[in-house]
């Protein structure tokens, strides 16, 4: 596609479920970087991959969220046992080369935790 | 700890005036600078991105780099209301894997 895409738009768990968030780069993008925005804040960095690999999770709040990238192009988020405040936007941005070159985000994913 | 500041605003100015977003951050071997538009409930989208000292313009919107003063801004001119949204400053820090450092965010609101 044209863009980043995300799915999906929206995602209402009851604390304690798993919920799994999906991201399409731009095609040939090589980087992938994964941030949290909360309400009235900027985002906030997770993860980033280079092609399969992830290079920097140093973003992930806790052991219960984890990301992969198997063949170098989608990407899932994954947080287990939800809480509350992993309430948020999740969104996922890629760009073409590792280091400057501009991230270009997709719509998000709205997560609310019941 | 690398922060990137913002006023969170709002800022209001009249249509067709200047609109100035100010923003500074703290790692001094910062090489990359962003602006990015949010509307609220949808992404941030990418307005300018800055790599040297001094002024790049693309149609209305002008970035302006300052590394001495660890200090970018960006300039709106003949703002019009549809300008109306949260203008996020991102920084790309040496040494980093790519990953961007965000400021809050400027509210900005453009009169009819």
């Known amino acids: ?114 | 700890q690398k922060e990137v500041e913002q006023n969170s605003g709002p800022l209001s100015v009249p249509e067709g005036a200047i609109a100035s977003l100010n923003c500074t951050y703290s790692d001094r071997g910062s090489q990359s600078f962003f602006w990015y538009r949010q509307y609220s409930g949808k992404s941030p989208e990418l307005i300018m991105f800055i790599y040297s000292n001094g002024d790049k313009e693309d149609g209305r919107f002008t970035a302006q780099l300052n590394k001495a003063s660890q200090y970018v801004s960006l300039l709106i001119r003949d703002s019009q209301p549809s300008d109306s949204a949260t203008y996020l400053c991102a920084v790309n820090a040496k040494g980093s894997q790519g990953n961007l450092i965000f400021g809050k965010g400027t509210k900005l609101s453009v009169k009819p």
């Open chain 1, 1 to 114: 596609g044209a863009g980043v895409s995300q799915s999906p738009r929206y995602k209402v768990a009851k604390r304690g479920q798993d919920v799994a968030l999906r991201c399409d780069p731009i095609s040939g993008h090589v980087s992938l970087f994964w941030y949290q925005q909360a309400l009235g804040q900027g985002p906030e960095f997770l993860t980033y991959f280079q092609n399969e690999a992830q290079l920097d999770k140093s973003g992930l709040p806790s052991d219960r969220f984890f990301a992969e990238r198997p063949e170098g192009s989608v990407s899932t988020l994954k947080i287990q046992r939800t809480q509350q405040e992993d309430s948020a936007v999740y969104l996922c941005a890629s760009s073409s080369r590792q280091v400057q070159q501009p991230q270009h985000f997709g719509d998000g994913t709205r997560l609310s935790i019941l």
